[in-house]
């Protein structure tokens, strides 16, 4: 049996090709809040190339799309081999789940784990604009 690594794996080719993909909010009017954790995190420091790890917690209360599931996990992923800082990480994902799905409200905390005695927690907000 041989394990050729230059052919693109399907996980690999499905985090490539993945996009955030909502559905409709089934409770729309009521506020709940939808927690979600990501313990394998992974990106790259843009300075010295070494990983980094972190927890991403994710919670917000939903207009009328909800973020599926495993559209977030291959989304996250997509980090794994990117080159950026934590701050930018955890703006970039409050951004997109923004656009994806317009929550009411959103807190994007990252979780960084320690390196070289530094632990760094990045936690970024939005709040929907109310029409008046």
Known sequence: MTNDTSEVKYGERNIA???LITFPNPR???RYDINITLPEFTC???FSGYPDFATIYITYIPDERVVELKALKLYINSYRDRYISHEESANQILDD???AC???EITVKADFSPRGNVHTVIEV???KASAN
């Open 17 to 19: 090709e993945g996009n």
């Open 28 to 30: 729309v009017g009521r």
């Open 44 to 46: 790259k420091c843009p």
């Open 97 to 99: 789940i923004v656009a």
């Open 102 to 104: 317009d929550p009411l």
């Open 125 to 127: 907000r939005h709040q």
